[in-house]
């Protein structure tokens, strides 16, 4: 039986529900945190994964095989055409991707689309993303990519509460899919008194408000309440009233408590919500913002509750199931001048003992049957990583564990080797750039001489993964392409395994946000009718402009390999047929490269750019 399903016919205090379109590997850790801390007080708690729903609809094998279909005949009928508009480049170059990538998946395609596929073939396939792109085609612009996360292509700027409500009204296959979802889990189900949606990252607003909207037309008096990273960090100077129409409150920040005395008071006959630390709600017409609660102590919140979620029902089935523990909360370094140092979420550091994180530790691993872990901290501390590794090997525990952690001196040999001996098998490390300027623009607190010790220091003991950041305001493009280079050597040397590149966003809540001329940044643009406290892409500063930027990022990022591949094609495989390519596939690698529109929503993006090309002569 499905694990969140099998609270049928419990009057339930809150049902948590996480928000399409996030995390799809495993649980995020936020609800996971909330259920243990509210069954802990007595509540009945359950949870449900709208986002994990939402991708297994749409890797049923009929969906992929008809995406399958689809590409073929569609890349046919634009190949043939004599000009393509900007939305069809495109869908053409996508396309393309595709058809190209398919050549090695084809032992999946013949495994999985097939009238009686099971969930596990589909579960277990290397080829998931692959799928759920193909899957979505069909419904182009409006089609799903995922990389860490689902990510929906939208018409709708989610920092925009107008176009929030707007995608509420609008009936499409994805609203379908979430009515669908919502309705085979709510079916026989008294209501609970409150439902909490869990909204993580900023592409799941829009979803979370979809399915609210769908939740609201069900359970007519249930509370319904919004938290998360994304409420807190864009929510917090919300002014529109209208959004209330759909949800009742929001809470900023840490939830256990405000949760804790909301679902107090929604059993009393007159619920009094001044007594709810966080919240933010409507009375009388106006907006209510009650006062921060302190900081909890982490020393009695209990083991995060995964079991909470059906573990059999994600991308990695249970025995690959890696989840995302915490060693403690916020950031023990919180100086990074672009990071939200500002905000709670970052500037509030609290390191419980090492006691009480390796006890829960011990909760997941025995009475959970979790393996595998992904300590997701800011930056782990090294030396609660030694002593917890030192228990784990006096306890005879085997488990696979990764880690984010600083550049720092106490990241010695030695205490790698210990990691490495207790489970551990990759750790990192943001390092951002090899320019001792930038780095100390950025505030990390390192060098590059630092960097270089460190990383030769631990060489050949763990795997090491680089986070690198390109755009930095006042960042040259000599500067970028000179940190590249060096990274590379890291590469080549075998220092460091696998590295990834952010461009860098204007963040609210951070020391640039505040301070914007000492970065030399000015005329900062917002997506059209933003009215949340939105980051930005798009802006005017000295260094590298925006679109230079965005053109670095794809040029120097690893996962550039396959566009690589898709810009020298002049022929391509489709429906085994050898087809003549006739674009020219190096203009249209550049075209669709093309930020010209960057701070639109990208189906907007698409259909503004006026651009076109012909076929080769």
Same mark, same amino acid.
């Given at each position: 039986?499905?694990?969140?399903?099998?609270?049928?016919?419990?009057?339930?205090?809150?049902?948590?529900?996480?928000?399409?379109?996030?995390?799809?590997?495993?649980?995020?850790?936020?609800?996971?945190?909330?259920?243990?801390?509210?069954?802990?007080?007595?509540?009945?708690?359950?949870?449900?994964?709208?986002?994990?729903?939402?991708?297994?609809?749409?890797?049923?094998?009929?969906?992929?095989?008809?995406?399958?279909?689809?590409?073929?005949?569609?890349?046919?009928?634009?190949?043939?055409?004599?000009?393509?508009?900007?939305?069809?480049?495109?869908?053409?170059?996508?396309?393309?991707?595709?058809?190209?990538?398919?050549?090695?998946?084809?032992?999946?395609?013949?495994?999985?689309?097939?009238?009686?596929?099971?969930?596990?073939?589909?579960?277990?396939?290397?080829?998931?993303?692959?799928?759920?792109?193909?899957?979505?085609?069909?419904?182009?612009?409006?089609?799903?990519?995922?990389?860490?996360?689902?990510?929906?292509?939208?018409?709708?700027?989610?920092?925009?509460?107008?176009?929030?409500?707007?995608?509420?009204?609008?009936?499409?296959?994805?609203?379908?899919?979430?009515?669908?979802?919502?309705?085979?889990?709510?079916?026989?189900?008294?209501?609970?008194?409150?439902?909490?949606?869990?909204?993580?990252?900023?592409?799941?607003?829009?979803?979370?408000?979809?399915?609210?909207?769908?939740?609201?037309?069900?359970?007519?008096?249930?509370?319904?309440?919004?938290?998360?990273?994304?409420?807190?960090?864009?929510?917090?100077?919300?002014?529109?009233?209208?959004?209330?129409?759909? !949800?009742?409150?929001?809470?900023?920040?840490?939830?256990?408590?405000?949760?804790?005395?909301?679902?107090?008071? +929604?059993?009393?006959?007159?619920?009094?919500?001044?007594?709810?630390?966080?919240?933010?709600?409507?009375?009388?017409?106006?907006?209510?913002? $009650?006062?921060?609660?302190?900081?909890?102590?982490?020393?009695?919140?209990?083991?995060?509750?995964?079991? !909470?979620?059906?573990?059999?029902?994600?991308?990695?089935?249970?025995?690959?199931?890696?989840?995302?523990?915490?060693?403690?909360?916020?950031?023990?370094? @919180?100086?990074?001048?672009?990071?939200?140092?500002?905000?709670?979420?970052?500037?509030?550091?609290?390191?419980?003992?090492?006691?009480?994180?390796?006890?829960? +530790?011990?909760?997941?691993?025995?009475?959970?049957?979790?393996?595998?872990?992904?300590?997701?901290?800011?930056?782990?501390?090294?030396?609660?990583?030694?002593?917890?590794?030192?228990?784990?090997?006096?306890?005879?525990?085997?488990?696979?564990?990764?880690?984010?952690?600083?550049?720092?001196? @106490?990241?010695?040999?030695?205490?790698?080797?210990?990691?490495?001996?207790?489970?551990?098998?990759?750790?990192?490390?943001?390092?951002?750039?090899?320019?001792?300027?930038?780095?100390?623009?950025?505030?990390?607190?390192?060098?590059?001489?630092?960097?270089?010790? !460190?990383?030769?220091?631990?060489?050949?003991?763990?795997?090491?993964?680089?986070?690198?950041?390109?755009?930095?305001?006042?960042?040259?493009?000599?500067?970028?392409?000179?940190?590249?280079?060096?990274?590379?050597?890291?590469?080549?040397?075998?220092?460091?395994?696998?590295?990834?590149?952010?461009?860098?966003? +204007?963040?609210?809540?951070?020391?640039?946000?505040?301070?914007?001329?000492?970065?030399?940044?000015?005329?900062?643009?917002?997506?059209?009718?933003?009215?949340?406290?939105?980051?930005?892409?798009?802006?005017?500063?000295?260094?590298?402009?925006?679109?230079?930027?965005?053109?670095?990022?794809?040029?120097?990022?690893?996962?550039?390999?396959?566009?690589?591949?898709?810009?020298?094609?002049?022929?391509?495989?489709?429906?085994?047929?050898?087809?003549?390519? $006739?674009?020219?596939?190096?203009?249209?690698?550049?075209?669709?490269?093309?930020?010209?529109?960057?701070?639109?929503?990208?189906?907007?993006?698409?259909?503004?750019?006026?651009?076109?090309?012909?076929?080769?002569?």
């Amino acid at each position: 039986m499905n694990k969140e399903n099998s609270e049928k016919n419990i009057a339930l205090d809150i049902l948590l529900v996480y928000s399409p379109f996030g995390v799809i590997s495993s649980p995020y850790i936020g609800i996971p945190v909330l259920a243990s801390y509210l069954k802990q007080k007595g509540f009945k708690v359950a949870a449900y994964d709208i986002n994990r729903e939402v991708l297994f609809r749409f890797l049923s094998p009929e969906n992929i095989r008809k995406g399958l279909i689809f590409i073929g005949k569609r890349f046919d009928q634009l190949n043939r055409q004599k000009s393509l508009n900007f939305v069809e480049i495109n869908e053409y170059w996508l396309i393309a991707s595709l058809l190209l990538l398919r050549e090695g998946f084809e032992n999946d395609i013949k495994n999985i689309v097939i009238p009686y596929a099971s969930f596990d073939q589909v579960q277990n396939s290397k080829a998931v993303k692959f799928f759920t792109l193909v899957a979505s085609m069909p419904n182009f612009p409006e089609i799903i990519s995922t990389k860490v996360q689902l990510e929906k292509w939208s018409e709708f700027n989610h920092f925009s509460t107008q176009d929030i409500l707007r995608s509420t009204e609008k009936q499409n296959i994805y609203s379908d899919i979430f009515r669908g979802i919502i309705a085979d889990h709510v079916q026989n189900n008294p209501a609970p008194k409150a439902i909490g949606f869990s909204v993580v990252f900023q592409h799941q607003i829009i979803g979370a408000f979809q399915c609210a909207k769908i939740y609201r037309e069900v359970y007519p008096d249930t509370h319904i309440v919004m938290g998360g990273p994304s409420i807190s960090n864009y929510f917090r100077e919300l002014k529109e009233t209208k959004l209330f129409d759909i !949800v009742d409150s929001f809470i900023f920040d840490e939830g256990e408590m405000a949760l804790e005395n909301l679902l107090v008071e +929604l059993k009393k006959e007159k619920p009094d919500f001044t007594n709810v630390p966080n919240l933010l709600y409507r009375k009388n017409g106006s907006l209510v913002r $009650n006062k921060d609660a302190h900081s909890l102590d982490l020393e009695q919140v209990p083991a995060p509750a995964y079991d !909470v979620f059906d573990l059999d029902r994600y991308i990695n089935s249970r025995d690959k199931l890696k989840v995302p523990f915490r060693l403690s909360k916020g950031c023990v370094w @919180k100086k990074c001048s672009f990071c939200r140092t500002n905000l709670q979420v970052c500037s509030d550091f609290q390191q419980p003992s090492v006691d009480a994180v390796y006890n829960n +530790l011990l909760d997941c691993i025995n009475k959970q049957k979790i393996k595998h872990f992904f300590f997701s901290d800011e930056s782990a501390d090294p030396l609660v990583l030694e002593r917890i590794s030192k228990r784990l090997i006096e306890d005879n525990i085997k488990i696979d564990w990764q880690a984010h952690t600083r550049v720092s001196t @106490k990241l010695t040999r030695e205490r790698c080797e210990l990691f490495r001996k207790a489970g551990c098998n990759h750790l990192s490390m943001g390092i951002e750039s090899f320019s001792d300027r930038i780095l100390a623009m950025m505030k990390k607190g390192i060098d590059c001489k630092l960097i270089d010790r !460190v990383f030769n220091n631990i060489k050949g003991v763990i795997t090491v993964h680089a986070y690198m950041m390109v755009g930095f305001p006042t960042e040259t493009e000599e500067e970028a392409l000179h940190s590249h280079k060096i990274l590379k050597e890291y590469v080549d040397k075998n220092i460091i395994s696998s590295y990834s590149y952010t461009s860098f966003t +204007l963040i609210y809540g951070s020391e640039i946000w505040n301070n914007l001329k000492e970065y030399g940044i000015t005329d900062v643009r917002l997506p059209p009718l933003t009215d949340l406290s939105a980051d930005s892409v798009d802006f005017s500063c000295t260094g590298l402009d925006r679109p230079r930027v965005f053109e670095l990022f794809l040029d120097l990022s690893e996962s550039m390999l396959l566009e690589s591949k898709v810009k020298t094609l002049t022929q391509i495989q489709n429906n085994n047929q050898l087809i003549e390519i $006739n674009f020219d596939m190096v203009k249209l690698s550049q075209l669709v490269k093309n930020y010209s529109f960057m701070s639109l929503p990208k189906i907007q993006w698409l259909k503004e750019n006026n651009t076109s090309i012909s076929p080769k002569t």
